[in-house]
T-cell receptor, first 112, second 112 residues
Framework: RKEVEQDPGPFNVPEGATVAFNCTYS??????FFWYRQDCRKEPKLLMS???SGNEDGRFTAQLNRASQYISLLIRDSKLSDSATYLC?????????????FGAGTRLFVKA | NAGVTQTPKFRVLKTGQSMTLLCAQD?????MYWYRQDPGMGLRLIHY???????AKGEVPDGYNVSRLKKQNFLLGLESAAPSQTSVYFC???????????FGQGTRLTVV
């Protein structure tokens, strides 16, 4: 089982739609969580952190469910510019140090 | 601010050749990481470092070596390149364990 798993998609949605992605993680001792956005042939960039109490930033909402070991990202009122790959990130301590593990990403296409 | 800088940006190697990828960060970050990204596989952790003089293995360390002689630099070495190492390599750095990771622009390596 992969440490961090995401539905690869692609998700094809019209402008204005609401879309949600989930990401599951296997290490119950994971400490922190993030969502990153990656545009084609570019480096990943931070979209938002995921807090236990949930986190909202404009049209984007991130939530954490520790009991079921998953995080989610909700995008409301999708824009064409939201088309990208969304990566979830999980951080935890390991024997060698602190690891930052990325999911394989979920591709989103927003159509006019 | 330069942030995280990777050199080179592109490289073509012949099988069996060696090379070193350089990652430099000017943010005084303790943590540095090397990832490779392949289609459908997402970002996979090769090696990482939790401070100057330290290194640890990630998910896919075979065929690679790293060094962190200076805090600002994290070098990734390929001693004998193989076609399976054709990939896009990303370096990242973090201030502390649960903070945002900043990425370099990536190195596109082709081994023929």
């Amino acid at each position: 089982r992969k440490e961090v798993e995401q539905d690869p998609g692609p998700f094809n949605v019209p402008e204005g739609a609401t879309v949600a992605f989930n990401c599951t993680y296997s290490n119950s001792a994971s400490q922190s969580f993030f969502w990153y956005r990656q545009d084609c042939r570019k480096e990943p960039k931070l979209l938002m952190s995921v807090y236990s109490s949930g986190n909202e930033d404009g049209r984007f909402t991130a939530q954490l469910n520790r009991a079921s070991q998953y995080i989610s990202l909700l995008i409301r009122d999708s824009k064409l510019s939201d088309s990208a790959t969304y990566l979830c990130v999980v951080n935890y301590w390991d024997t060698g140090g602190f690891k930052t593990i990325f999911g394989a990403g979920t591709r989103l296409f927003v159509k006019a | 601010n330069a942030g995280v800088t990777q050199t080179p940006k592109f490289r073509v190697l012949k099988t069996g050749q060696s090379m070193t990828l350089l990652c430099a960060q000017d943010m005084n970050h303790e943590y540095m990481y090397w990832y490779r990204q392949d289609p459908g596989m997402g970002l996979r952790l090769i090696h990482y470092s939790v401070g100057e003089g330290t290194t640890a293995k990630g998910e896919v360390p075979d065929g690679y070596n790293v060094s962190r002689l200076k805090k600002q630099n994290f070098l990734l070495g390929l001693e004998s390149a193989a076609p399976s190492q054709t990939s896009v390599y990303f370096c990242a750095s973090k201030e502390s364990v649960n903070t945002e990771a900043f990425f370099g622009q990536g190195t596109r390596l082709t081994v023929v």
